[in-house]
Each structure stands twice: as structure tokens, then as C-alpha cells.
T-cell receptor, first 110, second 118 residues
Framework: DAKTTQPTSMDCAEGRAANLPCNHS???????VYWYRQIHSQGPQYIIH???NNETNEMASLIITEDRKSSTLILPHATLRDTAVYYC???????????FGSGTQLTVLP | NAGVTQTPKFQVLKTGQSMTLQCAQD?????MYWYRQDPGMGLRLIYY???????DKGEVPNGYNVSRLNKREFSLRLESAAPSQTSVYFC?????????????????FGPGTRLTVL
């Protein structure tokens, strides 16, 4: 699976959009981009995934660049409960495991 | 639905002791996983079970054994605990082990077991 690079930490004001970047320049054609988050002391939680097209669900939006070498997770209206470590993971559709990096600590400020 | 449950929530062991971490899921998922998370680090896969009756090693299997007791339950055993195994252990499950479309590969995680080995 391709390696990902994320900033160590980010802050966001409550009610504003949080934009979390991820670089995956070595991604291959059959690899998907997944986002999970981990709120302190809890198990990771799936957020969204995509291959080429932008995706949106009730939690977030995922924007993938045309060359697929980077992506951005967008939380449209961040709340204090969105404070967590956010993991960007690249894996092929047939891969059995998720490879977690260090992630981005997002802190939503009141 | 309870989702993925793990027992115990906390455990303290002495070096050399053995114990089994229990995991159960009620989502009728085929695949189950055991991860460990050390402070300030991401999760690392210990073992996984793609389907009932099968188990495979992950990234860090040494010092552990697993049993897929049935479709619902996947246990992790430490035969002789070592201080290096102090960690938070997470169990997860997914509908598929990767053989189907990615939407079936979403992994659901349990609340974790915090293990300290003295």
C-alpha cells in the first residue's frame, strides 16, 4: 500500500470548515483513499473513502485531485466533538488490512 | 446492535502471565482483526481472520496467538506476557476481507482493551 503524509496537527474554529490534507504521491491505480478518525481513548471510526471522484456523506466530503496524488477531507461545520486524530489511509480494494500512519490531530477551538 | 465488544476493558499482568482478550461482533461480518496501538502511534495489525476458520499473521504477530471460535468471536491470546506488549488492543470487523467492493471493507472497531504488563 502507498505511504501517506499528513500534517501532525491542525486547529479549526468551531462552526468553520476543517480541511485536512493528505499526500499520497505513490498511489497506484487500484488503490482507494480511506479516512478514519480516532477520538481520544476510543476505537477508530470510519468516515469516508474514494477512488477518483469526489465523495460526500453525512459526515464529510472527500476531494481527490485529478492526478490522485493528494486529497482533502472536509468537515463542513466543525464541532468540539470533531476533535480527534484523523488518519488518511491508502489501500487496494483487495487488501485485507488498514495501515495506519501517525495521522493529524485536529483540535476544534470554541 | 452492540457492534464490536471487547473484554476486559483494562488488565494488568505480571511478566510471564498469560491471558486471553475476547472480541465479539453482532453484525454478521465475515472478517475480524486484532490491532495494537502504542502511545503516540497509529494502529498495527497483529492478526486477522478473513472468514470463519481462517487466520493470518499481520504486521506484528510475534508473542500472540488467535482463535476464530465462530463467526461472531475472535480471541487474542498472550501466552507469556512481556512489558513490550503493554498497549491498547483494538478488535475490528468488516463485512468482507477485501474480496468485494471497498464499501464492504469498512472496518468497525471495538472500544479497546488497555493492557499493562509489569
Amino acid at each position: 500500500d502507498a505511504k501517506t503524509t499528513q500534517p501532525t496537527s491542525m486547529d479549526c474554529a468551531e462552526g468553520r470548515a476543517a480541511n485536512l490534507p493528505c499526500n499520497h504521491s505513490t498511489i497506484s491505480g487500484n488503490e482507494y483513499v480511506y479516512w478514519y478518525r480516532q477520538i481520544h481513548s476510543q476505537g477508530p471510526q470510519y468516515i469516508i473513502h474514494g477512488l477518483k471522484n469526489n465523495e460526500t456523506n453525512e459526515m464529510a466530503s472527500l476531494i481527490i485531485t485529478e492526478d490522485r496524488k493528494s486529497s482533502t477531507l472536509i468537515l463542513p461545520h466543525a464541532t468540539l466533538r470533531d476533535t480527534a486524530v484523523y488518519y488518511c489511509i491508502v489501500r487496494s480494494g483487495s487488501a485485507r488490512q488498514l495501515t495506519f500512519g501517525s495521522g493529524t490531530q485536529l483540535t476544534v477551538l470554541p | 446492535n452492540a457492534g464490536v465488544t471487547q473484554t476486559p476493558k483494562f488488565q494488568v499482568l505480571k511478566t510471564g502471565q498469560s491471558m486471553t482478550l475476547q472480541c465479539a461482533q453482532d453484525m454478521n461480518h465475515n472478517s475480524m482483526y486484532w490491532y495494537r496501538q502504542d502511545p503516540g502511534m497509529g494502529l498495527r495489525l497483529i492478526y486477522y481472520s478473513a472468514s470463519e476458520g481462517t487466520t493470518d499473521k499481520g504486521e506484528v504477530p510475534n508473542g500472540y496467538n488467535v482463535s476464530r471460535l465462530n463467526k461472531r468471536e475472535f480471541s487474542l491470546r498472550l501466552e507469556s506476557a512481556a512489558p513490550s506488549q503493554t498497549s491498547v488492543y483494538f478488535c475490528a470487523s468488516s463485512e468482507s476481507g477485501g474480496l468485494l467492493a471497498p464499501k464492504y471493507n469498512e472496518q468497525f472497531f471495538g472500544p479497546g482493551t488497555r493492557l499493562t504488563v509489569l
